[in-house]
């Protein structure tokens, strides 16, 4: 996987504070390497470029980021997913790109990153169930892939889906959620600069646990939107069904912004608890958004917010 670098004549110590460059060894030294062995290209050094997007808050270390997650398809326990994620092959990939585009077709992982430059993106990642993290991403914009393989005029949404493959996912072997995991957004939504497909964590090939090897990153709105491990791309005219709208529609909507003014039915969104500060640290407020209201809330200019949750 090598992946044409644009000089800017940065090295990673001029892009990354000290601290971390030195944790990330460290955490690689004493063993955190086996959270992402299940990788088969984590030994692959990625070639990124940092972003103009990137915030500037401190990420999260790597073992909070790859140790507490939510991917139901490796069961509902948080640890889970760092326990049984390994079993995923994620080599060889593709992904189906298909419905109201020019070119459908069956693209390889290779084939998708072939000509992308790469940008580290450090965005705030906010769960619907009130906590948060820092993460550097590696990935592109889905824009850009969008455009290679043309968007036909009448397309108005992007639906995505996940593997199904129970063999290697064990929570997929129950009923728990309808299978594949689904998603999907507006195209305007989708062509944000701000909407990336990540391939990486830390300047390294993402932890199959956090959705090897490709997976959605949405910043503005909850979590759940952002769908990992993609088999299926499909542009519709209708808006899609997802997931959690679809298990349960009076929790979950097909917006999914974060706001802090509308609460979950069963507990409030307007504070969070940053995951790796500490059992005991305060709780900040949530900002509308996920603090990235100048960029996308001209998306929703004129629309109740509480209906279109
Ligand atoms: N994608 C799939 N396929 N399956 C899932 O269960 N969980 C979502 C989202 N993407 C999920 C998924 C939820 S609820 C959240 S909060 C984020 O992934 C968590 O991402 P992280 O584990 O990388 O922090």
């Known amino acids: 996987m090598k992946i044409r670098q644009r000089d800017t004549g940065l090295g990673w110590a001029d892009v990354t504070p000290r601290e971390f460059f030195f944790n990330r060894r460290a955490f690689l030294a004493a063993g955190g390497a086996a959270l992402i062995a299940g990788n088969a290209w984590a030994n692959d050094e990625l070639d990124v470029i940092p972003s103009q997007f990137s915030t500037d808050e401190q990420p999260n270390a790597l073992p909070d980021i790859a140790r507490y997650n939510n991917f139901y398809e490796f069961g509902l326990g948080k640890g889970d997913p760092a326990r049984y994620a390994g079993a995923l092959t994620t080599q060889p990939w593709s992904i189906r790109i298909d419905g109201l585009v020019e070119r459908p077709g069956d693209y390889s992982f290779e084939e998708i990153l072939d000509g992308v430059q790469l940008e580290e993106r450090i965005y705030r990642l906010r769960c619907v169930e009130a906590w948060s993290m820092v993460v550097p991403w590696v990935g592109f914009e889905l824009g850009e892939l969008l455009r290679r393989v043309g968007v036909q005029p009448s397309a108005r949404h992007v639906a995505f889906e996940t593997l199904v493959r129970p063999e290697e996912m064990r ?98 969104q307007a504070s969070e608890r940053r995951i790796g500060m500490g059992l005991f640290a305060r709780r900040m407020p949530t900002r509308m958004f996920n603090g990235y209201g100048d960029q996308v809330a001209h998306l929703y200019e004129g629309m109740d917010l509480r209906r279109y949750y």
């Open 171 to 268: 929570g997929q072997r129950v009923p728990m959620l309808d299978w594949p995991y689904r998603e999907g957004l507006r195209l305007d939504e989708a062509m944000h600069p701000l909407t990336i497909l990540a391939t990486g964590i830390y300047r390294q090939p993402i932890p199959n646990q956090n959705g090897a090897p490709i997976r959605l990153v949405v910043p503005w709105k909850y979590g759940f939107k952002s769908i990992k491990s993609i088999v299926r791309i499909t542009l519709t005219e209708e808006e899609p069904l997802n997931t959690w709208q679809d298990m349960a529609p009076d929790e979950y909507g097909y917006y999914a912004n974060v706001n802090p003014e509308v609460d979950h039915p069963r507990w409030s």
